[in-house]
């Protein structure tokens, strides 16, 4: 198929590079730009004031729009070559080694910045919608793939914060933050704060090669959100021995129930990108910036979160219908809009 000077084969499955509830992505070539990857969707599903506003974003963490052309039924959303997604990546090494994990934090910190910059709100920030390139090393018998860049994509289901979000059902399940699962009991509006849980959960999953809660818990937390009732639940993820201070404390400062309490966009920049200014303090506050703007971090707060508090509910049938419904939900759905 051509549109405009781009050509891709729909029909060949070597090209298609993955498949999204708006729309499919192939990989396809340009005589002017060469190897390209092209976003095939409805013409209606086409965010264009988003596209617009991500294309003209210059920042090496943000997968580049580079055209985005029209026929009467779909929109064609030309974009930059990776080499694989984080998904990808991580279903052959299970999780990142240090180097690749710090490459992968600071890229989504730099690269949500931009975004937040621009009042975009992504709304699906899963491993999938995580683009890498890397290089191979020969490293005794074996070799090892060290990540170069990290860019975030496929803003299929951004929005501009300054349009109403109408507190819609969107996104991936598993990464979805507590107050938009909130949506299926009740209207609960949210912020740029949801992706900041996504990242958390996509971290923890690079850490430990798992994600951070299982179903049954994302509906209790679902729950709770929706009665903005955000000290009644709180189940912190789990870490191995091994894992590093600083890294458990973003992490944890990213996946709190209370969106307020999470790390903001410029938090998590500042934690990300600068985390060997991350000290011990006595200070009572997990996370608080000094006057230099250096951020400061509190071991023994961050151990207490890291110790499970368990809380009881009612059994009312309100809560039975709730928590059959959004489990069975959970289980059968990848992404909803």
Known sequence: ???????????????????????????????????????????????????????????????????????????????????????????????????????????????????????????????????????????????????????IGDFGSSRLTDTKLNSKLIGTPMYMAPEIGASVLDNVEYDCQVDMWSIGVVLHECLTGQIPFDEQALCRMFLFAANRNYQGYHMPPTFPECAEDYKKFIINSLLQLDPSKRLTPSEFYCAAVHHPKLRRSGSMSLFQRNNDQTLVLDCSKCADANQERKTFFDSTLRLILFYTALLCYLQNTATVV
């Open 1 to 151: 198929m051509q549109i405009g000077d781009i050509k891709f084969d729909e029909s060949d499955d070597n090209a298609k590079l993955g498949t999204g509830a708006f729309g499919s992505v192939y990989r396809g070539s340009a005589d002017t730009i060469g190897q390209v990857a092209v976003k095939k969707l409805q013409r209606e599903d086409a965010k264009l004031e988003e596209l617009t506003a991500v294309r003209q974003l210059n920042n090496k963490h943000i997968c580049r729009i580079l055209d985005v052309l029209f026929d009467p039924t779909h929109c064609y959303v030309v974009m930059e070559l990776c080499d694989c997604d984080l998904s990808a990546f991580l279903e052959l090494s299970g999780s990142l080694s240090a180097t690749n994990f710090n490459t992968v934090m600071q890229g989504l910190a730099v690269g949500y910045k931009a975004l937040h910059d621009i009042n975009i709100i992504h709304r699906d920030i899963k491993p999938a919608n995580i683009l890498l390139k890397y290089h191979v090393v020969d490293e005794e018998d074996s070799q090892v793939k060290i990540i170069d860049e990290v860019k």
